[in-house]
């Protein structure tokens, strides 16, 4: 997510891990429309078009509706299904799980712990340590490299 959308976004926080509750309105006005696309209405992006397929950058995966810490990037990993694949998240409360029958299919959808939106599905084939494949679409994600925020943690405690 970009800076511009960032700040017209009132609950994209960090910080803030209280829940989020917004009207279908209200988050078609603050979110870009491919993300609101996927995260309020369940879309899917296309495979390999997410800049974060293919990313080897080490640092934090967060939500880019609402900020929450979602995935560390040492839990990411190539799984070749063209979206970015991580087998853990950052916390047990960072991602909601539900049935997902769509399709004809039978999957588990996964959702942001603090806004609900949609991230992707996760499966039973990843690697271990957990054997999970968290396939999320990367329109969905927002990623701090390590450093920069190393910096500005510094840059905090100066102050």
Request: a neutral charge; glycine letters at 8%; one cysteine or more.
């Amino acid at each position: 997510m970009n800076e511009v959308n960032k700040k017209n976004n009132p609950v994209y926080s960090r910080d803030d891990t209280g829940k989020v509750v917004l009207d279908d309105k209200e988050w078609k006005n603050i979110l870009a429309p491919e993300v609101y696309r996927v995260a309020r209405q369940k879309g899917t992006e296309s495979p390999w078009t997410s800049k974060y397929e293919s990313s080897n950058e080490i640092g934090t995966y967060y939500c880019a509706v609402c900020g929450n810490p979602l995935f560390k990037s040492d839990t990411k990993f190539e799984s070749g299904c063209g979206w970015p694949s991580f087998y853990e998240p950052i916390s047990k409360s960072s991602i909601i799980y539900t049935p997902d029958n769509t399709h004809g299919m039978q999957r588990t959808e996964v959702m942001c712990g603090r806004c609900k939106s949609h991230l992707g599905h996760v499966f039973n084939d990843g690697p271990q340590p957990t054997g999970l494949r968290y396939c999320i679409n990367g329109v969905v994600l927002d990623f701090e490299k390590a450093k920069q925020a190393e910096e500005k943690y510094n840059s905090e405690q100066i102050s």
